[in-house]
């Protein structure tokens, strides 16, 4: 039996509806909420919005059961602004353009510790693709916003 994350209730919150234009939809995604099923979770937040969707025709300039594709993904533990693709056009376009740097993901973190006032990370992450683990090269840059010796809130420029 699949887990069920902390933040996971079953039902999409439309007031974390940011945005939706130009074939994309922008959702404010909370911690413990899977983008999607699958790595031992039934559903995630684009389950969640398609059920939401069906209920309620007409309120997204989308057809119920049409596909929502995200254009980035974002960790189960992560909060923030997630950009989706309601469009096929929109969608390819919005992956084109993260990939070629002309759309930047910029993150906040608190992290325990004091840290330089800037730096950069390079190193694997460990994923898993259809049952199967394998490791990606990631690489961040990061800089230091504010903090003391106990806790650092950092700007976070992930790459790739």
Do not use: N
Not at 11 to 21: A, V
Not at 86 to 96: P, Q, V
Request: with cysteine; proline share 6%.
């Amino acid at each position: 039996m699949a887990r069920r994350a902390a933040g996971e209730t079953g039902e999409f919150d439309p007031r974390r509806i940011l945005f939706q234009g130009s074939g994309l939809l922008v959702i404010d995604k909370p911690a413990g909420l899977a983008v999607h099923r699958g790595t031992g979770h039934e559903e995630g937040l684009l389950e969640q919005l398609s059920r939401w969707i069906s209920g309620h025709p007409g309120f997204l300039k989308i057809r119920p059961g049409k596909p929502i594709h995200p254009i980035h993904l974002m960790d189960l533990e992560a909060s923030g602004v997630l950009l989706l693709g309601l469009a096929r056009t929109a969608t390819r376009i919005a992956k084109e353009a993260l990939a070629a740097g002309g759309l930047r993901r910029r993150c906040l973190a608190v992290v325990a510790g004091p840290l330089p006032e800037e730096g950069s990370l390079e190193g694997q992450v460990r994923t898993k693709l259809r049952s199967t683990y394998r490791r990606v090269p990631a690489a961040l840059e990061f800089r230091r916003l504010c903090g003391d010796e106990r806790l650092s809130l950092v700007e976070v420029v992930p790459h790739g």
